[in-house]
């Protein structure tokens, strides 16, 4: 049995609300979606109400679609991570392209 945190039923739960928002959406699953659901939801980012109460109230104003109220955020957030990514992409193919400049 794995004792890891990251594989507890919770936490792959959460993951997997998190992939079927982005299926929901019609985006692809991909590396970098995986990624980034571990990510978000790693750093505690996925926030669902843990009362029914409060849940049936937050999903109100998305005609009661958890995916779609779970994708508000999560979609925002990709966003950014994207920019991040894209970011550390672009600086390490300049890298690349500098350190494969012959020298004479």
Known sequence: MIEDWRYDDGKMAERQICLTAFIHKQMPINREVYEFCHYYVSNGMLKIPD?????????????????????????????????????????????????????T
């Open 51 to 103: 009362t029914k109460e409060g849940l049936e109230e937050a999903l109100v104003s998305h005609g009661g679609d958890l995916y779609s109220f779970v994708g508000e955020k999560l979609f925002k957030e990709f966003s950014k991570y994207q920019d991040l990514n894209e970011g550390s992409r672009r600086k390490e193919i300049t890298i690349n392209k500098e350190s494969s400049k012959e020298t």
